[in-house]
């Protein structure tokens, strides 16, 4: 879900309605657990979740956007988030992941922003380490035994579309990853390419959702 113009400039969020509307539709139609409804996306799809977990709060049980700010602190056209002060009407469980080597969103102007905005209007306190890895780290904010907030930090990168860098999402590698003109379906321009990479962002987010359904 975007706007349609390049965010931030553009503002334009009328494609949330319709994520929205299929969303719901699709969980109807499949008869799926009314407290299963969760949302990921990467970049503007990432912001889409945060919006959508604001405005649906009481239907979404948990969200994992990848490199996307938004709700908690929004980006600026001058290249850093800005935080927003809103307050969801309930702690909807977050896992976010962003890169270090992020050039479409700079991870210290976006991602640490983000993450101090979730801690304090969350009232979280000091993180337990999930991973501590050369190129991985990951911490979990916790309330009671469960994580409501969890922070993944990688340094990989798209090495074939260079002009996003780390903007990417972390998974097992495949032909054709990373290449900004292929054929489908190996057409994945946004896929982290890193031989040394651990995280699989897909096996994380489910395990994530499995954990995290609404109360």
């Known amino acids: 879900s975007w706007g349609k113009g390049k965010?931030?400039?553009?503002?334009?969020?009328?494609?949330?309605?319709?994520?929205?509307?299929?969303a719901v539709a699709t969980q109807t139609r499949f008869h799926a657990d009314d407290k299963r409804l969760h949302i990921t996306g990467l970049s503007q799809g990432a912001?889409?979740?945060f919006r959508l977990a604001f405005a649906h709060a009481e239907r979404i049980a948990s969200i994992a956007p990848i490199s996307g700010p938004s709700g908690f602190a929004d980006p600026s056209p001058f290249g850093g988030a800005t935080p927003t002060n809103d307050v969801p009407s309930?702690?909807?469980p977050i896992l976010y992941i962003h890169g270090t080597k992020d050039k479409e969103l700079e991870f210290?102007?976006?991602?640490?922003v983000l993450r101090d905005e979730i801690v304090k209007t969350y009232g979280l306190g000091v993180p337990d380490t999930l991973r501590s890895e050369t190129s991985l780290r990951a911490y979990a904010y916790r309330v009671g035994p469960g994580a409501i907030f969890e922070f993944w930090e990688h340094d990989y990168a798209t090495t074939n579309l260079n002009t996003v860098g780390g903007h990417c999402v972390?998974?097992?590698?495949e032909a054709g990853d990373g290449v900004l003109?292929?054929?489908?379906?190996?057409?994945r321009p946004f896929r982290c390419v890193d031989p040394n990479q651990t995280l699989d962002a897909g096996t994380e987010i489910l395990r994530f959702f499995k954990e995290h359904p609404l109360p």
Do not use: C, L
Request: proline content about 13%; glycine content about 6%; charged content about 20%.
């Open 170 to 173: 972390p998974g097992p590698i």
């Open 108 to 112: 210290d102007k976006n991602a640490i």
């Open 90 to 92: 309930r702690k909807v």
């Open 47 to 49: 912001m889409m979740s």
């Open 7 to 22: 965010y931030p400039f553009s503002q334009d969020f009328a494609y949330d309605d319709t994520v929205w509307g299929f």
């Open 181 to 187: 003109v292929a054929k489908p379906p190996s057409a």
